[in-house]
């Protein structure tokens, strides 16, 4: 069956060090996101990508990147962690079609010590 | 005024009761609506989309209100399995989810 996966599901890092998460989908969709979610303000959006090579910024992308080599993954890249990201990030995917629904990955669960 | 808005809760009620969540959205011009279900720790998923006919799946009734800017959810004859947080959610300009912060249901026995 088709999926969405997120890796690694928890991480401890510290402060200023560079971290990779890691998001991989078997839909074949184009459209995948990043969302970060905190107490007190929802989902929020972090970077997106309509297709390869496309990358686009969010509400909340400062220290933030992302880089889409092919259809399937969209990594996300903390430059130099800081312990405002500590957080639960969250991708989802769509299909081409911007009005199809958003397939959720299980979740990462980061600390930033 | 933020984008989308929900009483955060918590909603505790018996099994069997009819609850109802309200949310408000800002953007006049948003075309697309959703409830999304959230359980502790998980992911969220898709509950259903909200149409401006109103719609209805089983126990759960969405309705659309676009002179108030208004989405509601019903939930009929509820059930332990429902307990959750149910998240209104709108599509932005960019393809993109907005949520709100979410509102929590416990059902109680």
């Known amino acids: 069956d088709a999926e969405i996966t997120q890796s690694p599901r928890h991480k401890i890092t510290e402060t200023g060090r560079q971290v990779t998460l890691a998001c991989h989908q078997t839909?074949?969709?184009?459209?995948m996101f990043w969302y970060r979610q905190d107490l007190g303000h929802g989902l929020r959006l972090i970077h997106y990508s309509y297709g390869v090579q496309d990358t686009n910024k969010g509400e909340v992308s400062d220290g933030y990147s992302v880089s889409r080599s092919n259809t399937e993954d969209l990594p996300l890249t903390l430059e130099s962690a800081a312990s405002s990201q500590t957080s639960v990030y969250f991708c989802a995917s769509s299909g081409t079609n911007r009005d199809n629904e958003q397939f959720f990955g299980p979740g990462t669960r980061l600390t930033v010590l | 005024r933020k984008e989308v808005e929900q009483d955060p809760g918590p909603f505790n009620v018996p099994e069997g009761a009819t609850v109802a969540f309200n949310c408000t959205y800002s953007?006049?011009?948003?075309?697309?609506f959703f409830w999304y279900r959230q359980d502790c720790r998980k992911e969220p998923k898709l509950l259903m989309s909200?149409?401006?006919s109103g719609n209805e799946d089983g126990r759960f009734t969405a309705q659309l209100n676009r002179a108030s800017q208004y989405i509601s959810l019903l939930i009929r004859d509820s059930k332990l399995s429902d307990s959750a947080t149910y998240l209104c959610?709108?599509?932005?300009?960019?393809?993109?989810?907005?949520f709100g912060k979410g509102t929590k249901l416990s059902v109680k026995p």
């Open positions: 909200v149409y401006s």
């Open positions: 959610v709108v599509r932005g300009s960019q393809g993109n989810l907005i």
């Open positions: 953007n006049s011009a948003s075309q697309s």
């Open positions: 839909w074949n969709h184009n459209n």
